[in-house]
């Protein structure tokens, strides 16, 4: 019986969706099932999503979704969808250029499921020897520049938060998933602060980061490196002057407002920031090492 659920956020994927990798993934890998979410996509990808769910009926889950969102929204979406579909206890989500092989998700599964305490792992494309990843240096270097970025606005030690390829325990999906993310693409380092602000400075002790053996840039990435480096479009400070929600629909609208807006609220308390009126945190349980979710048990099969 599957009992991980992958989800995989397609836009526009009609050309490129690697369909034959996927069915093998399938079929070698019994204990999985992939939730494929459209977002909004304007080509075949949908016609191409239906076709996968019809080749593999029971093991494909296709979540349509419009307009287009952005990843964080797609991702949401499938997050909730799938544990809206079965009770899978692992969830996790996975780029669909398989910029990250599909091979690399037996070694994330096993740190998660054979590391005392751990709910969350996160590929990492460290570059090292032994190690196949292929990325552009300037990728490479926008890349460093923005963990150190991260990790000194947000006090986060993480290396690689931005990796297509994340696996965590179904028990944390109220935690990082009930809340729409505030940016379309910086919702990892969102969720990393959700956990951290909802568990406490010892969450961090329930995440692991696993160096990828492979990994290769992929054409085509929604996110062009043009909008990476634009994050001076707002000065220190002027978020501080916009309603949260028209902040929200201005980065929305803009990747380069996006990274910068996306870092100093996720340093922000999220009860100043996004968490409703009366919303609870979750408690760790020192003796199973799991996440209580305080009137979030609708998660919890």
Request: overall charge neutral.
């Amino acid at each position: 019986m599957p009992d991980v659920c992958l989800v995989v956020p397609c836009y526009n994927e009609e050309r490129r969706l690697p369909q034959a990798a996927l069915l093998a993934f399938l079929d070698s890998h019994p204990h999985v099932v992939l939730c494929l979410v459209d977002d909004g996509s304007r080509d075949g990808t949908l016609g191409v999503l239906r076709g996968l769910e019809a080749q593999r009926p029971g093991r494909v889950i296709v979540v349509p979704l419009s307009p287009n969102g952005g990843k964080a929204g797609a991702v949401r979406a499938g997050v909730l969808a799938a544990v809206a579909a079965g009770p899978w206890p692992i969830i996790g989500f996975w780029d669909a250029d398989l910029s990250t092989p599909l091979a690399e998700m037996d070694r994330l599964l096993a740190v998660l499921r054979d590391t005392p305490g751990c709910r969350l792992v996160m590929g990492s494309r460290v570059k090292r020897l032994g190690s196949r990843i292929e990325r552009r240096l300037q990728r490479h270097v926008l890349g460093r520049l923005f963990a150190a970025l991260a990790s000194g606005i947000l006090g986060l030690s993480v290396y690689d938060s931005q990796c297509g390829a994340k696996l965590f325990h179904r028990d944390l999906v109220g935690v990082l998933f009930d809340e729409p993310f505030i940016t379309r693409w910086l919702f990892d380092l969102e969720m990393l602060a959700r956990l951290r602000n909802a568990i406490g400075a010892s969450a961090m002790d329930m995440v692991r980061e696993v160096p990828l053996l492979e990994w290769h840039e992929v054409g085509g990435s929604k996110l062009g490196v043009g909008e990476m480096v634009g994050v001076h479009v707002i000065e220190p400070g002027a978020q501080r002057e916009f309603d949260l929600r028209q902040a929200h629909a201005f980065a929305q609208e803009n990747a380069a407002v996006d990274m910068y807006f996306g870092l100093h609220c996720c340093r922000l308390r999220w009860g100043d920031c996004v968490a409703p009126p009366g919303a609870t945190r979750g408690d760790k349980d020192t003796t199973a090492g799991d996440v209580k979710l305080i009137n979030k048990n609708k998660y919890l099969r």
